[in-house]
Every structure is written in structure tokens, then in C-alpha cells.
């Protein structure tokens, strides 16, 4: 089955009865024979149908309330089980139309009684070509890659991302052909935000897109990416070069016996300084572009365990900002920049989970003299990032059995921002050292 489609019959089943049951749905199953991204031919026996599920139609009128709402939002939340890239996929490939016009646009805002009609569609594995992207490689041998991602690289090849990702890095490192780049976990369905934050993801590369459409699942495991970071997140990223330290590396990820610390400035300083953070997260219901936590596991089908350490390193300004180390005890979609944003103190430069420049200076305006004003509004102007970095990993080598351990600095734009703090915080030392006197 193809990755993009990796959904089980039950689940498939189970989101139709579902939607027969709500008169309001109007649908059909699709067989588009005449569009290879739709996947499967007619003459194929239902059952196979029903296991390599390719699409469905909608053809729905928006009830009075939804004004303002983005039609691939509308969509999505319409058809149960279909993601939104998914959508979004149909949308840009003309398959949706709006009062009978074609809508190409994803942003396109509806209003109550517009009449949509569209069909959704298997997507296609991304193709991935070999770019001549510089890589500051920390480790390599003939079975794993340990690499430092700077800060503002995708990860992998997505929709709106196929270029200059550390995939085509990769296989133009490894001299690889060019080929898709996929995974069987399904995360081609995953919303076109950033690369997840080290949530565990089999991606493969090195694979023509023939061999894609011919070959089943357990034949594409090929050398790739065990492990994601956000595209704003720098730091530390294993991968594996062979089928056997893909398999290895990824069960060490699902047992969480990988060692992964970061580094963040955040806004404020938490209280008490220290502790673990078992909080279950899930994505916002509000905004599919970022997750939230929840009071509880059970108080969603879809909220997964998060759990990590944290500790403050470093105040600065007074408790207007503080360096605090971060040990993931599991791997979550942007887990640390929703841990933050729970304990009230988000990471600086994170605008997605409040770490607005707004917040950062009224902190530390407020705790500074206006003598050191200026040396903040400066500093705060130069966040163009979530201040993360994955400074730490350690596992043990897939072939030889040894423990290895890796570690790096945070790259400049973020040791930067730190001597700002630092110099900001001298200032307001050295004028409470005046006062005294």
C-alpha cells in the first residue's frame, strides 16, 4: 500500500459508516483510473479496493456559521480519517470546486451556502533530488550519519518543501539516485507545517518512482531519516545508511532508550526550577499547525504521552529570560514548544506557542533599566527562530553494539542572542551595584 495511504480497512470502514450515518454527507468512492495520483483501476475486486482505499467525493452545501472558514479547513473537518495535506493535495490538482468553480487556492475563505464539490485523493510519494547542500556531518561511518541541522532546513520533502531539504542533502552525499522520499507510518498525511519535532518517522530515499507503485511496503526500507526535527530547531540528527540500522535505530526510538538534550532561551523563568513534565499532548482543534496539551490521556482518542525533564541553567535580566536544558523521555510533535507554553514561559522567537517578540520585550523592559532598552530591542529583533537546539544524542551503534555520544554547541544566531541576555543582565547588575553605594 502506498505510504501516503497507510490506513487500515477498519479505520476505513469505520470512517464511512460514520459518515453514512450524517444525513448532511453526500458521497461516493472513487476510481479514477485516468489519474495515476488517484490510484487504483476499476477492475480491481472490491476488497482490494476497500484495503488501498484511493479517495472519496464530497458535494456538500456550508450550513450558515462557517463564514470565514478556509475551504481546506472546511474539508478536512468534514471527511474523517483524511488529513489535510491530503486535501490541500486536491485543491492545488483542480479537484475542487466552489459553486462550480474551480478553487485552487487553499486559503480560499467559504461562506454559509456556498456548494462544495471535491474529490480527495491518494497523494503521490514526493520525489527527492540529489542537491549539492553543504552538511556539517558530526560522525559518519558505513552504517549511520550523524549530522547537525542548522536552523530553517526542512527536514524531509513535503508539499511546499520539495527542495533543500537535508534529504536531498543527504542523497547527494551518499551519491544516491534520485528517488521518493516516503514513509509507511503515513506522515506524507501530515499538515505542511514544520518537520515534527524528533517524532520518530521511517523515511526512505534512494527509490525511483516506478519502484514505488511496484513494490509493497516491507521492499522499500532503505537508508534514510529515523528521526525529525522542526525546520526552525538546529541541532543533532541520526541516520541510518543500511536496512539493518534503520530497523535498529528505530526501535530504540519507539523503547526511548535514545538520550536526546536540548537547549532553549524561554520567556521568563518556570517555577520551581526544576521537574518533569507528563503532560499528554494533541493536536490544537483550533489551529492544525500546532498542538496543545490536554488534562488528561483520556480526555482524547487522540492525545499521545509526552513526557520531559527540564532545568534552568541560566536567568537573565531578573527572571526576564532563562537558558533551560531539556531531556526528552519520549518524542513528540513539537513536545518541548508545547511544554513551555504549559509551564508559562514559551521559547523565545516562537511565535506558533506565544514566545512573540511582543512578550519578550515587555519581560524584560520591565526588569531592566531604560538604560539597557536599546540592547533589548535590539536583541529581540534578531529572533527569527524558536530558540532550540538539540545539543546532545546518544544511541547504540545498530552493528558494533556501542554506546555512542555526541554533542554540540548551538549555532551563532542562538550564542548570540545568549551574550545579549548576558550583556543585558551585566547591565542591570552593575546599575543595582550603583544604587547601593
Not at 477498519?10 to 485516468?34: C, E, G, Y
Not at 450558515?64 to 490538482?93: K, N, Y
Not at 534578531?382 to 549555532?411: D, I, M, N, V
Request: overall charge positive; glycine content about 6%.
Amino acid at each position: 500500500m502506498a505510504a501516503a495511504s497507510a490506513v487500515t480497512s477498519s479505520s476505513i470502514s469505520t470512517s464511512l459508516r460514520r459518515i453514512r450515518r450524517n444525513s448532511s454527507f453526500r458521497f461516493s468512492k472513487v476510481l479514477l483510473s485516468a489519474s495515476p495520483s488517484c490510484g487504483s483501476s476499476p477492475e480491481r475486486p472490491p476488497e482490494a479496493v476497500r484495503s488501498n482505499y484511493t479517495g472519496i467525493r464530497l458535494a456538500e452545501t456550508v450550513e450558515l456559521g462557517f463564514e470565514r472558514t478556509r475551504v481546506d479547513s472546511w474539508i478536512s473537518s468534514r471527511i474523517p480519517g483524511i488529513s489535510r495535506a491530503r486535501v490541500q493535495s486536491s485543491i492545488r490538482t483542480g479537484l475542487v470546486t466552489v459553486n462550480g468553480r474551480i478553487i485552487d487556492k487553499v486559503s480560499h475563505i467559504l461562506k454559509g451556502g456556498d456548494k462544495v464539490s471535491c474529490v480527495v485523493c491518494e497523494l503521490e510519494p514526493l520525489k527527492a533530488e540529489p542537491e549539492e547542500i553543504p552538511l556539517n556531518i558530526v560522525y559518519e561511518d558505513e552504517h549511520v550519519l550523524v549530522v547537525n541541522k542548522p536552523a530553517h532546513m526542512v527536514v524531509h520533502p513535503a508539499p511546499g518543501n520539495a527542495n533543500g531539504t537535508l534529504v536531498n542533502a543527504i542523497l547527494n552525499h551518499c551519491q544516491l539516485p534520485a528517488g521518493a522520499c516516503i514513509n509507511r507510518k503515513g506522515s506524507s498525511e501530515t499538515d505542511n507545517t514544520d518537520s515534527s519535532e524528533n517524532e520518530v518517522g521511517d523515511f526512505y530515499v534512494g527509490h525511483s518512482y516506478e519502484e514505488l507503485k511496484t513494490s509493497s511496503s516491507d521492499e522499500l526500507v532503505r537508508p534514510g531519516i529515523v528521526h525529525r526535527l522542526d525546520k526552525g530547531t538546529s541541532g543533532l540528527l541520526v541516520v541510518a545508511k543500511d536496512e539493518h540500522s534503520h530497523a535498529h535505530l528505530a526501535k530504540q526510538f519507539k523503547l526511548h532508550t535514545i538520550h536526546r538534550q536540548y537547549v532553549s532561551l524561554v520567556s521568563g523563568v518556570p517555577s520551581p526550577s526544576s521537574g518533569r513534565i507528563a503532560i499528554p499532548i494533541v493536536r490544537d482543534c483550533n489551529n492544525r499547525t500546532r498542538m496543545a496539551t490536554v488534562s488528561g490521556i483520556n480526555s482524547s482518542r487522540n492525545a499521545r504521552n509526552a513526557s520531559s525533564r527540564y532545568k534552568v541553567v541560566e536567568v537573565f535580566a531578573a527572571g526576564g529570560s532563562a537558558l533551560v536544558q531539556w531531556r526528552l523521555e519520549t518524542g513528540r510533535t513539537h513536545q518541548i514548544r508545547t511544554h513551555a507554553k504549559y509551564l508559562g514561559i514559551p521559547l523565545l522567537g516562537d511565535e506558533l506557542y506565544g514566545g512573540t517578540k511582543g512578550l519578550a520585550l515587555s519581560l524584560l523592559k520591565s526588569r531592566t533599566p531604560m538604560s539597557c532598552h536599546a540592547l533589548v530591542s535590539d536583541m529581540v529583533s534578531k529572533l527569527q527562530r524558536p530558540c532550540l537546539h538539540a545539543q546532545s544524542l546518544g544511541f547504540k551503534h545498530p552493528h558494533t553494539g556501542e554506546h555512542l555520544h555526541f554533542s554540540c554547541p548551538p549555532p551563532d544566531d542562538f550564542t548570540e542572542i545568549l551574550h545579549q541576555l548576558r550583556t543585558i543582565s551585566d547591565h542591570k547588575s552593575q546599575n543595582d551595584h550603583r544604587l547601593e553605594l
